[in-house]
């Protein structure tokens, strides 16, 4: 690689040295997220992984992509970048287990202004992490160095997943019926949704007011804001191991509104009940210094839950369980009724 090099292209604002020089900083990183069907390591044209479907009766493939969106902003002035790949990695692995499957491997791709190794390898260490709390990894990826397109000190960060599940245990919106509870599993805060509208009400655009709304918080709103989203991929197959479980929402942008009537049939609605759970604080100041309506933050936030799980009235007692002994809060939000494919929100009994 020391023979790569070239003057005229480093005029023009791309030094490919700095690329081989992150490959090197983040391989440290991807050593940690290896599991059985990694085939070769990071480096090479493509990330070869043996799918282990053993037992098996027909596999089917799933996949799930997406990016940390404007959440960047916020890592961007505070100067800390480790969590937005575990964020990036959260939005894609979490619709995968929507369908009942269990993710694989992750890639990623960063576009960046300049390409600075130690910046690129803490982004791609954030991505690791939540490939090991997922339980995938990490086989490839893809840095650009995109001079005079973005500022240098910005990037942008997506990446993709791939799964596979039974065919025989694919979650299907079908089998939801009036009578089934909601399991609503707690986020850990605004996950990497609706920064957009966040950012707007605070008027985040300079790094002094990230360190505001600590007494309202528990810790300054930057901290708040940074809180990588939860993965709920071991813990949730811990449960479909156990469990005839129905469906799966992830709850993402969109809200309550949008997400939970992908999960059940068209002639059922969602009653949730408020008050049974513990709405984040943070949203709370979200709606106060916004004036939000409370419509428009179910319709944009996840309030508190990230995943919601539709499972039998007979069994919701032991998914709780499993839920609680995986470390994750869960309470039953609301039941399914017959309906017109609304959520219908209830005031707690």
């Known amino acids: 690689m020391e023979k790569s090099y070239s003057e005229s292209y480093k005029v023009a604002g791309v030094d490919v040295t700095a690329g081989y020089r992150s490959v090197e900083l983040m391989k440290q990183h991807v050593a940690r997220t290896a599991v059985p069907g990694v085939m070769e390591g990071i480096g090479g044209f493509g990330g070869l992984f043996?799918?282990?479907?053993?037992?098996?009766?027909?596999?089917?493939?799933?996949?799930?992509?997406?990016?940390?969106?404007?959440?960047?902003?916020?890592?961007?002035?505070?100067d800390k970048h480790d969590t937005v790949g575990i964020d990036c990695v959260a939005m894609c692995v979490n619709d995968i287990i929507c369908t009942g499957g269990a993710p694989m491997f992750f890639l990623d791709y960063i576009a960046c202004g300049k390409?600075?190794?130690?910046?690129?390898?803490?982004?791609?260490?954030?991505?690791?992490?939540?490939?090991?709390?997922?339980?995938?990894?990490?086989?490839?990826?893809?840095?650009?160095?995109?001079?005079?397109l973005m500022p240098e000190d910005e990037y942008d960060l997506a990446g993709f997943s791939v799964g596979v599940v039974d065919q025989e245990k694919i979650l299907d919106p079908a089998a939801v019926k009036a009578g089934d509870v909601i399991i609503g599993l707690a986020s850990s805060g605004v996950h990497s949704n609706g920064f957009s509208l966040v950012r707007k009400v605070f008027d985040i655009t300079e790094p002094e007011v990230l360190k505001e709304y600590a007494a309202d918080l528990g810790k300054p709103l930057g901290e708040v804001l940074l809180e990588p989203t939860k993965i709920y991929v071991k813990p949730v197959l811990e449960v479909l191991k156990k469990i005839n479980v129905h469906a799966i929402a992830h709850i993402t942008g969109g809200g309550f509104q949008e997400n939970l009537p992908r999960a059940f049939g068209k002639d059922l609605n969602a009653e949730i009940r408020k008050g049974s759970w513990r709405v984040l604080p943070v949203?709370?100041?979200?709606?106060?210094?916004?004036g939000i309506s409370e419509h428009d933050m179910y319709n944009t936030?996840?309030?508190?839950?990230?995943?919601?799980?539709?499972?039998?009235?007979?069994?919701a007692e032991e998914v709780l369980g499993i839920l609680s002994d995986n470390g994750v809060e869960a309470h039953v939000i609301g039941r399914m009724t017959e309906g017109d494919h609304s959520v219908v929100f209830r005031e707690a009994l």
């Open 301 to 315: 936030f996840n309030m508190g839950i990230g995943m919601a799980m539709f499972v039998s009235e007979a069994d």
């Open 115 to 148: 390409n600075i190794p130690e910046k690129i390898a803490e982004i791609v260490g954030g991505v690791a992490e939540g490939c090991v709390q997922a339980g995938c990894a990490l086989i490839g990826g893809e840095t650009a160095e995109h001079p005079g």
């Open 50 to 78: 043996d799918p282990q479907t053993a037992g098996m009766k027909h596999p089917v493939l799933v996949s799930g992509t997406d990016g940390v969106g404007t959440k960047l902003k916020i890592a961007f002035l505070m």
């Open 283 to 290: 949203f709370r100041l979200i709606q106060r210094e916004g």
